[in-house]
């Protein structure tokens, strides 16, 4: 093993690790300045901010309140998507699921270099 490689590695990795640590400071600031979506350009850059409702269902008061045990075999654990479907086709009801779950609040960021027009 080639001693500069592997001292060089662990160089980038102490480097990376620092780089993380600042982007996720910045990245809590900007998402606190802003508690609702956003999209701007600011001189090169495009920033967008969106933020998406996460549904995270419990297991044991999901199977109290469907009352159709062999459509609980159907989810075999409470799965988003799934109970999104089955919303979603009428099988079940949101009033019937009242209760059921948490919701919290993901805040998806994206800052992107705006593209550079050439005349």
Known sequence: MDEYKLARFCELKTQQKKLEEELESLRQEIIAAYPADVQFHLQDY????IYQDKKHYND????????????????????????????????????????????????????????????
């Open 46 to 49: 495009t920033l967008k901010l």
């Open 60 to 119: 044991q008061l999901l199977l109290e309140a469907i009352p159709d045990p062999e459509l609980w075999k159907v989810l075999l654990k409470a799965d988003p998507s799934k109970i999104s479907a089955l919303i979603k086709t009428h099988i079940l009801s949101e009033k019937l699921l009242e209760g059921t779950y948490v919701t919290t609040r993901t805040p998806f960021l994206y800052v992107n270099p705006n593209p550079v027009i050439q005349n």
